[in-house]
Protein backbone atom coordinates (compact mmCIF):
# COMPACT_ATOMS: atom_id res chain seq x y z
CA UNK A 1 0.00 0.00 0.00
CA UNK A 2 0.89 3.56 -0.30
CA UNK A 3 0.12 5.74 2.71
CA UNK A 4 0.35 9.51 2.95
CA UNK A 5 0.39 10.51 6.95
CA UNK A 6 -0.64 14.02 7.69
CA UNK A 7 0.52 15.73 11.09
CA UNK A 8 0.93 19.22 11.37
CA UNK A 9 3.95 19.70 14.45
CA UNK A 10 7.02 21.54 14.65
CA UNK A 11 7.93 19.76 18.25
CA UNK A 12 8.71 16.74 19.05
CA UNK A 13 6.09 14.49 21.32
CA UNK A 14 4.24 11.20 21.41
CA UNK A 15 2.15 11.82 18.38
CA UNK A 16 5.15 12.90 15.83
CA UNK A 17 7.23 9.41 17.79
CA UNK A 18 4.42 7.45 16.80
CA UNK A 19 4.22 8.62 13.05
CA UNK A 20 7.97 8.77 12.88
CA UNK A 21 7.53 5.15 14.17
CA UNK A 22 4.46 3.77 11.96
CA UNK A 23 5.72 4.79 8.84
CA UNK A 24 9.36 3.06 9.20
CA UNK A 25 7.61 0.01 10.46
CA UNK A 26 5.48 0.20 7.28
CA UNK A 27 8.67 0.69 5.33
CA UNK A 28 10.12 -1.83 7.00
CA UNK A 29 7.10 -4.18 6.22
CA UNK A 30 7.08 -3.01 1.61
CA UNK A 31 4.31 -0.35 1.74
CA UNK A 32 5.14 2.93 0.93
CA UNK A 33 5.35 6.06 4.03
CA UNK A 34 5.12 9.41 2.34
CA UNK A 35 4.45 12.46 4.38
CA UNK A 36 2.41 15.74 4.46
CA UNK A 37 2.89 18.53 6.74
CA UNK A 38 5.47 21.22 7.56
CA UNK A 39 9.19 20.06 6.48
CA UNK A 40 10.48 22.46 8.60
CA UNK A 41 9.58 20.85 11.93
CA UNK A 42 10.94 18.07 13.57
CA UNK A 43 8.96 15.59 12.49
CA UNK A 44 9.46 16.83 8.82
CA UNK A 45 13.32 17.11 9.70
CA UNK A 46 13.38 13.44 10.64
CA UNK A 47 11.67 11.71 8.14
CA UNK A 48 13.88 13.85 5.23
CA UNK A 49 16.54 12.55 6.94
CA UNK A 50 15.42 8.89 6.88
CA UNK A 51 14.70 9.23 3.19
CA UNK A 52 10.78 9.53 3.34
CA UNK A 53 9.10 11.78 0.46
CA UNK A 54 6.49 13.38 1.16
CA UNK A 55 4.79 17.13 0.59
CA UNK A 56 6.03 20.55 2.67
CA UNK A 57 2.44 21.90 3.76
CA UNK A 58 1.84 24.29 6.04
CA UNK A 59 -1.36 23.30 6.71
CA UNK A 60 -2.46 26.82 8.76
CA UNK A 61 -5.12 26.65 11.07
CA UNK A 62 -8.59 24.86 9.87
CA UNK A 63 -9.21 26.66 6.66
CA UNK A 64 -6.22 26.37 4.57
CA UNK A 65 -7.81 25.73 1.07
CA UNK A 66 -4.26 25.65 -0.48
CA UNK A 67 -2.95 23.03 1.58
CA UNK A 68 -6.33 20.85 0.86
CA UNK A 69 -6.03 21.15 -2.88
CA UNK A 70 -2.48 20.69 -2.87
CA UNK A 71 -2.84 17.57 -0.70
CA UNK A 72 -5.61 16.12 -2.59
CA UNK A 73 -3.25 16.66 -6.19
CA UNK A 74 -0.19 15.36 -4.56
CA UNK A 75 -2.45 12.04 -3.59
CA UNK A 76 -3.73 11.37 -6.81
CA UNK A 77 0.02 12.26 -8.58
CA UNK A 78 1.44 9.69 -6.48
CA UNK A 79 -1.10 6.93 -6.63
CA UNK A 80 -1.84 6.80 -3.02
CA UNK A 81 -4.31 4.20 -1.52
CA UNK A 82 -5.15 5.97 1.37
CA UNK A 83 -4.73 9.16 3.54
CA UNK A 84 -3.90 8.67 7.40
CA UNK A 85 -4.29 12.06 9.75
CA UNK A 86 -2.92 12.21 12.99
CA UNK A 87 -4.62 14.69 15.70
CA UNK A 88 -7.53 16.88 14.90
CA UNK A 89 -5.83 18.81 12.35
CA UNK A 90 -4.09 15.71 11.05
CA UNK A 91 -7.87 14.19 10.23
CA UNK A 92 -9.55 17.16 9.56
CA UNK A 93 -7.09 17.40 6.56
CA UNK A 94 -6.88 13.66 5.45
CA UNK A 95 -10.57 13.97 6.03
CA UNK A 96 -11.00 16.77 3.49
CA UNK A 97 -8.21 15.40 0.84
CA UNK A 98 -9.40 12.49 0.77
CA UNK A 99 -13.01 12.90 -0.64
CA UNK A 100 -11.50 15.64 -2.87
CA UNK A 101 -9.09 12.89 -4.38
CA UNK A 102 -12.13 10.22 -4.02
CA UNK A 103 -9.75 8.33 -1.35
CA UNK A 104 -9.92 6.43 1.76
CA UNK A 105 -8.62 7.74 4.90
CA UNK A 106 -8.03 7.03 8.96
CA UNK A 107 -7.66 9.68 11.52
CA UNK A 108 -5.73 8.60 14.79
CA UNK A 109 -6.75 10.02 17.78
CA UNK A 110 -4.06 10.77 20.49
CA UNK A 111 -5.98 12.61 23.32
CA UNK A 112 -8.96 11.79 25.12
CA UNK A 113 -10.56 15.47 25.08
CA UNK A 114 -10.10 16.22 21.95
CA UNK A 115 -12.83 14.92 19.51
CA UNK A 116 -13.48 17.43 16.86
CA UNK A 117 -12.89 16.78 12.70
CA UNK A 118 -13.04 13.27 12.94
CA UNK A 119 -16.24 12.81 10.91
CA UNK A 120 -15.13 12.20 7.34
CA UNK A 121 -12.67 9.36 8.78
CA UNK A 122 -13.56 6.04 7.40
CA UNK A 123 -12.11 4.60 10.21
CA UNK A 124 -10.48 6.01 13.24
CA UNK A 125 -8.01 4.60 15.21
CA UNK A 126 -8.21 5.35 18.96
CA UNK A 127 -4.55 4.81 21.00
CA UNK A 128 -6.40 3.28 24.06
CA UNK A 129 -9.64 2.63 25.11
CA UNK A 130 -9.71 5.73 27.17
CA UNK A 131 -9.59 8.14 23.96
CA UNK A 132 -12.29 4.74 22.00
CA UNK A 133 -14.72 5.92 24.63
CA UNK A 134 -14.22 9.00 24.56
CA UNK A 135 -15.20 8.83 21.02
CA UNK A 136 -17.78 7.00 21.91
CA UNK A 137 -19.03 9.75 24.08
CA UNK A 138 -18.74 12.39 21.64
CA UNK A 139 -21.27 10.64 19.36
CA UNK A 140 -18.98 8.69 16.34
CA UNK A 141 -20.43 5.33 15.52
CA UNK A 142 -18.46 2.65 17.50
CA UNK A 143 -18.63 0.24 14.15
CA UNK A 144 -15.86 3.27 13.23
CA UNK A 145 -13.80 3.22 15.86
CA UNK A 146 -10.79 0.65 16.44
CA UNK A 147 -8.65 0.88 19.48
CA UNK A 148 -4.78 0.23 18.76
CA UNK A 149 -2.71 0.37 21.49
CA UNK A 150 0.35 2.16 20.45
CA UNK A 151 3.76 -0.41 20.30
CA UNK A 152 7.12 -0.09 20.73
CA UNK A 153 10.62 -2.20 20.01
CA UNK A 154 12.00 -3.39 22.83
CA UNK A 155 14.49 -0.96 24.30
CA UNK A 156 16.17 -2.92 26.82
CA UNK A 157 17.28 -5.62 24.09
CA UNK A 158 19.13 -2.58 22.21
CA UNK A 159 20.78 -1.51 25.10
CA UNK A 160 24.32 -2.19 25.18
CA UNK A 161 25.82 -4.09 28.31
CA UNK A 162 26.63 -1.99 31.07
CA UNK A 163 24.29 1.17 29.82
CA UNK A 164 23.31 1.47 33.66
CA UNK A 165 26.26 2.01 35.13
CA UNK A 166 28.04 4.04 32.59
CA UNK A 167 25.11 6.38 32.41
CA UNK A 168 24.91 6.87 36.16
CA UNK A 169 28.41 7.47 35.78
CA UNK A 170 28.00 10.05 33.81
CA UNK A 171 25.35 11.71 35.50
CA UNK A 172 27.46 12.18 38.67
CA UNK A 173 25.25 9.43 40.73
CA UNK A 174 25.89 7.51 43.78
CA UNK A 175 25.40 3.62 43.17
CA UNK A 176 22.89 2.76 45.67
CA UNK A 177 21.11 6.63 45.02
CA UNK A 178 17.56 5.79 44.17
CA UNK A 179 17.11 7.83 40.87
CA UNK A 180 13.93 8.96 39.82
CA UNK A 181 12.98 9.99 35.96
CA UNK A 182 10.71 12.30 34.21
CA UNK A 183 10.64 12.13 30.72
CA UNK A 184 7.99 14.44 29.16
CA UNK A 185 7.79 17.99 27.75
CA UNK A 186 7.04 20.92 30.22
CA UNK A 187 4.20 21.31 30.27
CA UNK A 188 1.22 22.04 32.56
CA UNK A 189 -0.92 18.49 31.75
CA UNK A 190 2.73 16.16 32.64
CA UNK A 191 2.39 17.37 36.03
CA UNK A 192 5.95 18.67 36.79
CA UNK A 193 5.16 20.74 39.74
CA UNK A 194 3.19 17.78 41.56
CA UNK A 195 6.09 15.85 41.48
CA UNK A 196 8.18 18.57 42.37
CA UNK A 197 5.78 19.18 45.67
CA UNK A 198 5.22 15.38 46.68
CA UNK A 199 9.17 15.25 46.09
CA UNK A 200 9.77 17.80 48.70
CA UNK A 201 7.82 16.03 51.26
CA UNK A 202 10.64 13.57 50.69
CA UNK A 203 13.93 14.93 51.60
CA UNK A 204 14.52 12.57 54.46
CA UNK A 205 15.01 10.27 51.85
CA UNK A 206 17.53 9.72 49.42
CA UNK A 207 16.36 10.46 45.91
CA UNK A 208 17.56 12.35 42.67
CA UNK A 209 15.04 13.46 40.27
CA UNK A 210 16.20 13.10 36.37
CA UNK A 211 14.03 15.31 34.32
CA UNK A 212 14.34 15.24 30.41
CA UNK A 213 12.67 17.65 28.61
CA UNK A 214 13.30 21.57 27.53
CA UNK A 215 13.97 23.56 30.49
CA UNK A 216 14.13 26.90 28.23
CA UNK A 217 11.02 27.19 26.90
CA UNK A 218 7.00 26.56 28.28
CA UNK A 219 7.34 25.68 31.99
CA UNK A 220 10.98 25.16 31.84
CA UNK A 221 12.02 28.34 33.29
CA UNK A 222 8.96 28.22 36.20
CA UNK A 223 9.47 24.59 36.87
CA UNK A 224 13.29 25.75 37.93
CA UNK A 225 12.04 28.04 39.77
CA UNK A 226 9.35 26.00 41.98
CA UNK A 227 12.86 23.34 42.28
CA UNK A 228 14.57 26.40 43.72
CA UNK A 229 11.44 27.84 46.03
CA UNK A 230 11.02 23.88 48.04
CA UNK A 231 13.75 24.16 48.34
CA UNK A 232 15.57 20.81 46.38
CA UNK A 233 16.89 22.40 43.46
CA UNK A 234 20.24 20.54 44.50
CA UNK A 235 18.49 16.87 43.73
CA UNK A 236 17.07 17.73 40.62
CA UNK A 237 18.65 17.53 37.00
CA UNK A 238 17.33 20.05 34.17
CA UNK A 239 18.69 17.64 31.15
CA UNK A 240 16.84 19.31 28.88
CA UNK A 241 15.95 17.47 25.14
CA UNK A 242 17.66 13.89 25.62
CA UNK A 243 17.89 11.03 22.35
CA UNK A 244 18.95 8.62 25.00
CA UNK A 245 16.00 9.00 26.94
CA UNK A 246 15.82 4.70 27.17
CA UNK A 247 19.93 4.69 28.66
CA UNK A 248 18.11 7.28 31.39
CA UNK A 249 15.71 4.62 31.58
CA UNK A 250 18.39 2.02 32.34
CA UNK A 251 19.93 4.38 34.94
CA UNK A 252 16.70 5.09 37.12
CA UNK A 253 14.75 3.61 39.47
CA UNK A 254 11.47 4.66 39.33
CA UNK A 255 9.35 6.37 36.54
CA UNK A 256 7.16 9.38 37.63
CA UNK A 257 4.40 10.39 35.47
CA UNK A 258 1.97 12.69 37.48
CA UNK A 259 -0.44 13.71 34.48
CA UNK A 260 -3.16 15.45 34.94
CA UNK A 261 -4.21 14.39 31.39
CA UNK A 262 -2.92 11.57 28.92
CA UNK A 263 -4.28 9.01 26.31
CA UNK A 264 -1.00 6.96 26.11
CA UNK A 265 1.89 7.92 26.64
CA UNK A 266 4.84 6.27 25.40
CA UNK A 267 7.15 6.81 27.94
CA UNK A 268 5.41 4.54 30.11
CA UNK A 269 5.84 1.73 27.45
CA UNK A 270 9.31 2.78 26.95
CA UNK A 271 9.73 2.62 30.78
CA UNK A 272 7.89 -1.12 30.91
CA UNK A 273 10.20 -2.67 28.38
CA UNK A 274 13.37 -1.11 30.27
CA UNK A 275 11.53 -2.89 33.32
CA UNK A 276 11.00 -0.01 35.31
CA UNK A 277 8.33 0.47 38.38
CA UNK A 278 5.88 3.57 37.37
CA UNK A 279 4.20 5.67 39.58
CA UNK A 280 1.41 7.64 37.73
CA UNK A 281 -2.14 9.23 38.48
CA UNK A 282 -5.07 7.28 37.38
CA UNK A 283 -6.23 9.16 33.92
CA UNK A 284 -7.09 8.51 30.35
CA UNK A 285 -5.01 5.25 29.47
CA UNK A 286 -2.69 5.12 31.91
CA UNK A 287 -4.07 2.18 33.89
CA UNK A 288 -4.14 0.42 31.02
CA UNK A 289 -0.41 -0.05 30.97
CA UNK A 290 0.54 0.06 34.76
CA UNK A 291 -1.06 -2.33 37.15
CA UNK A 292 -1.31 -0.39 40.13
CA UNK A 293 0.01 -2.89 43.10
CA UNK A 294 1.81 -4.94 40.73
CA UNK A 295 3.73 -2.71 38.08
CA UNK A 296 3.81 0.18 40.08
CA UNK A 297 1.21 2.71 41.82
CA UNK A 298 -1.30 5.32 40.45
CA UNK A 299 -2.55 8.34 42.01
CA UNK A 300 -5.18 10.73 41.54
CA UNK A 301 -4.19 13.89 39.81
CA UNK A 302 -2.69 16.59 41.55
CA UNK A 303 -2.32 15.26 44.85
CA UNK A 304 1.40 15.67 45.69
CA UNK A 305 0.77 14.14 49.40
CA UNK A 306 -0.81 10.91 47.55
CA UNK A 307 1.99 10.92 45.18
CA UNK A 308 4.85 11.19 48.04
CA UNK A 309 3.19 8.29 49.52
CA UNK A 310 3.11 6.08 46.71
CA UNK A 311 7.16 7.19 46.02
CA UNK A 312 8.10 6.46 49.79
CA UNK A 313 8.26 2.59 49.90
CA UNK A 314 9.94 2.43 46.26
CA UNK A 315 12.59 4.65 47.52
CA UNK A 316 13.02 2.34 50.56
CA UNK A 317 12.34 -0.62 49.21
CA UNK A 318 14.97 -2.22 46.14
CA UNK A 319 13.23 -5.57 46.30
CA UNK A 320 9.87 -3.64 45.54
CA UNK A 321 11.23 -1.92 42.83
CA UNK A 322 12.69 -5.10 41.44
CA UNK A 323 9.32 -6.86 41.79
CA UNK A 324 7.63 -4.06 40.22
CA UNK A 325 9.76 -3.59 37.30
CA UNK A 326 9.72 -7.29 36.52
CA UNK A 327 6.01 -7.09 36.15
CA UNK A 328 6.17 -4.19 33.84
CA UNK A 329 8.28 -5.85 31.78
CA UNK A 330 5.65 -8.46 31.94
CA UNK A 331 3.00 -6.72 30.94
CA UNK A 332 4.94 -4.74 28.43
CA UNK A 333 5.38 -7.99 26.35
CA UNK A 334 2.01 -9.14 27.09
CA UNK A 335 0.46 -6.17 25.08
CA UNK A 336 2.82 -3.24 23.23
CA UNK A 337 5.30 -4.97 20.88
CA UNK A 338 5.46 -2.55 17.80
CA UNK A 339 4.71 -5.76 15.41
CA UNK A 340 1.11 -5.85 16.91
CA UNK A 341 0.44 -2.07 16.77
CA UNK A 342 1.97 -2.69 13.01
CA UNK A 343 -0.30 -5.75 12.25
CA UNK A 344 -3.27 -4.25 13.40
CA UNK A 345 -3.27 -1.14 11.92
CA UNK A 346 -2.73 -2.41 8.63
CA UNK A 347 -5.40 -4.23 8.94
CA UNK A 348 -7.70 -0.96 9.88
CA UNK A 349 -6.09 0.31 6.91
CA UNK A 350 -7.34 -2.79 4.84
CA UNK A 351 -10.92 -2.04 6.13
CA UNK A 352 -10.85 1.54 5.42
CA UNK A 353 -10.07 0.48 1.47
CA UNK A 354 -12.39 -2.22 1.42
CA UNK A 355 -15.17 0.24 2.17
CA UNK A 356 -16.48 -1.28 5.15
CA UNK A 357 -18.74 1.42 6.94
Known sequence: MKIITVLRSLKSGGAERHALQLMKGLRARGHEALYAGPMQGWLGQQLRAEGFGGIDLPL?????????????????????????????RGAWYA?????????????????????????????????????????????????????????????????????????????????????????????P?????????????????????????????????????????????????????????????????????????????????????????IVATRVGGIGEVVEEGASGFLVAPDDPPALAAAIAPLLADAALRARCGVRARQRFEAGFLEDAMFDKTVAVYHEACGGQR
Request: with cysteine.
Open 60 to 88: SGLYDLPSVVRLALYARRVGADLIHGHLT
Open 95 to 187: GLAARLAGLPNVATAHSDNAGKHFGRADRIIAVSQAVADFLGREGYEPARIRMVHHGIADLAARLPAGAREATRRSLGLAVDEPALLMAARIV
Open 189 to 277: AKGHDTALRALARLTDQPWTLLMAGDHHGDLGPQTQALAQELGIAGRVRFLGLREDVPALMAASDVLLAPSRREALSLTLLEASACGLP
